[in-house]
């Protein structure tokens, strides 16, 4: 009789422990339902494209890919490169895509968010990634992390193979330095038969002080910041180049390269020069070419081009901050996303011997090409720019032309320049 009682209150005990729980478990499983509900509700995306891709590109890389991983989820784009009266008349973005050199004027607009707290938070793994790339980020003063890569555009030297067959010169190699360069572009710089060949286009001023990690503007007292050594260094080699019997930087351009085809060496961003290889190609008019490491500066060994990157940022503006970082860290991590960009000529910023396989796989002109030396770069650090870098840009560059017209000494070019550029900066300041 007592054993009998004494399993009845087990019983009972029994029914009333699940009766007990179950209103629990219930709300849990009622929880997650909506959780999941949540994850599955439709959400739309305004993105602002400051750069742009074709239709095709931008389906491929973006459109398909989201929409598989987020599929709930759908993108507005407006390509808009005049993005500061758009950002400032109302229009409100949840992803920009856009260039590192916009990032501090974003961020002086309040509209670039800092992601940092969510790398921390759903632990972004960055290692696979080149380390100056991803120190870029890191370098704006107010921000833990500024934004994450989408691909880079190091520069590389393209080389027309023809030019140097013609006058029995050797190709140039990989790991060359500016000065081996000079000597030869002295070899090619020459007349035959009524045509001017020129032997070397370095980029551009702003391109060599990329790699000795030089601003215009000092991005602490926003003064400019270019009558120094180092610029007076630069200004030294781009007339060393100039004063070559028959060399003309002003002539030595895009289309003494891929159009005269008068031009033995130009050294340029990747992806820039790629695509009017492969059209020269699609048209059935291809340029013997191929490429080869950017030169370095002798007392900068390793360090052949400046950090250059395609970023996405996330709002400051946005309601979905959460999706929106997720969807950038899936475009910069997936190999799946970055093969895309590899595809299409777009260096990746994902270390991988998977992706790379896939570089110039839509390109038939890169066959047979030393593409290694795209992925052999080695770069220079890139410090956060001020708001006003820019403004430097035309006093500095007008001061190079004197001095390579002979018309200005490089002492007095230079000191004009950075008289000019602080006017621009306080003109600019007060109108703000």
Known sequence: ?????????????????????????????????????????????????????????????????????????????????????????????????????????????????????????????????????????????????????????????????????????????????????????????????????????????????????????????????????????????LKQIQTIPGMDLGKANSDAFFKNRTLAMYDYWTTDGLIPLEEAHKTGNPLNWDLVTSPMFADKPGIHSMTDVHVMLMSEMSEHKDLVYQIMSYIASSEEVQSEFAKIGRAPVLRSDKVFQHFGENFASVKGKNLEAIFKTGFAPRPAPSAYEGLASKPVNDALSRVLSGSEDINTALRKAEEEANKNIETAATAK
């Open 1 to 237: 009789m007592v054993r009998s009682f004494g399993l009845l209150l087990i019983a009972v005990w029994i029914v009333l422990t699940t009766a007990g729980c179950t209103p629990t478990e219930g709300s849990n499983s009622k929880e997650r339902g909506m959780e999941q509900e949540s994850s599955l509700k439709p959400v739309n995306l305004k993105v602002l494209g400051i750069i742009t891709f074709s239709d095709e590109q931008w389906d491929n890389i973006f459109v398909k890919p989201i929409q598989k991983k987020f599929p709930n989820v759908t993108l507005e784009r407006l390509n808009e490169k005049n993005y500061r009266e758009r950002l400032t008349s109302g229009y409100v973005p949840d992803l920009l895509i856009t260039s590192y050199a916009s990032i501090p004027d974003l961020i002086e607009l309040k509209v670039a968010g800092d992601i940092g707290p969510m790398m921390q938070k759903y632990k972004f793994d960055g290692t696979n990634f080149d380390k100056p790339v991803m120190d870029m980020f890191k370098s704006f003063p107010s921000f833990q992390f500024a934004g994450l890569p989408m691909y880079k555009n190091p520069k590389v030297m393209f080389y027309n193979k023809d030019i140097f067959d013609r006058f029995g010169v050797p190709y140039p190699t990989d790991n060359m330095t500016w000065e081996q360069a000079v000597e030869l572009a002295r070899k090619l710089t020459v007349t035959d038969e009524g045509i001017p060949y020129m032997g070397l286009q370095p980029g551009g001023l702003s391109h060599l002080a990329g790699q000795l990690s030089l601003l215009q503007v000092d991005p602490k007292t926003n003064k400019a910041a270019v009558n120094s050594d180092d610029y007076q260094r630069l200004f030294q080699f």
